[in-house]
T-cell receptor
Framework: EPEVTQTPSHQVTQMGQEVILRCVPISNHLYFYWYRQILGQKVEFLVSFYNNEISEKSEIFDDQFSVERPDGSNFTLKIRSTKLEDSAMYFC?????????????FGPGTRLTVL | QKEVEQDPGPLSVPEGAIVSLNCTYS??????FMWYRQYSRKGPELLMYTYSSGNKEDGRFTAQVDKSSKYISLFIRDSQPSDSATYLCAITQGGSEKLVFGKGTKLTVNP
């Protein structure tokens, strides 16, 4: 069964450093998403991406964050200057037709630790 | 008022019990309702997806939506130790790609 994959599974970085989290969505899916989950808290929406542009973003997704689909298979989340409070699990998700007709399938997550 | 409220539990039941998990929501514009299961330090795994009031059944799982009360439920029949996980409700409204999650209910099924 096709699945969303994410690398790395765990990333440790120093505060102020840039990190790139990588995702390979399910191959025929057109909608891509990033969510995060701070330990013990809710899963929170960050951004949705369709047709090579951001379609929706939350107030969390400020100028420190960016997303990109650099080729036909990868989808990345970049955090330019990490803060301690960016420590969380980051989940990528994808959807074939978007939430109006389909649902979202999640990857296993990347655990980001900012020291 | 929070958009989606879910009792975090924890909930502990014996094997074979019927489990009822619930969420309430505040925004009547919400139209699509999902239940995810999440094992420790893993990604959410889709269990059920519905967009209408009423019941939807899939094996031992039944999802129930009451839009008039803004209340959704997930029932698990004949619960198994492998059902032990955190169960997340997730809701979205028409025209949005944003899923709003409940905090999750941690369930333990004891053999």
């Amino acid at each position: 069964e096709p699945e969303v994959t994410q690398t790395p599974s765990h990333q440790v970085t120093q505060m102020g450093q840039e990190v790139i989290l990588r995702c390979v969505p399910i191959s025929n899916h057109l909608y891509f998403y990033w969510y995060r989950q701070i330990l013990g808290q809710k899963v929170e929406f960050l951004v949705s991406f369709y047709n090579n542009e951001i379609s929706e973003k939350s107030e969390i997704f400020d100028d420190q964050f960016s997303v990109e689909r650099p080729d036909g298979s990868n989808f990345t989340l970049k955090i330019r200057s990490t803060k301690l409070e960016d420590s969380a699990m980051y989940f990528c998700a994808s959807s074939e037709q978007g939430l109006q007709a389909d649902t979202q399938y999640f990857g296993p997550g990347t655990r980001l630790t900012v020291l | 008022q929070k958009e989606v409220e879910q009792d975090p539990g924890p909930l502990s039941v014996p094997e074979g019990a019927i489990v009822s998990l619930n969420c309430t929501y505040s925004n009547s514009a919400f139209q699509y309702f999902m239940w995810y299961r999440q094992y420790s330090r893993k990604g959410p795994e889709l269990l059920m997806y519905t967009y209408s009031s009423g019941n939807k059944e899939d094996g031992r799982f039944t999802a129930q939506v009451d839009k008039s009360s803004k209340y959704i439920s997930l029932f698990i029949r004949d619960s198994q130790p492998s059902d032990s996980a955190t169960y997340l409700c997730a809701i979205t409204q028409g025209g949005s790609e944003k899923l709003v999650f409940g905090k999750g209910t941690k369930l333990t099924v004891n053999p």
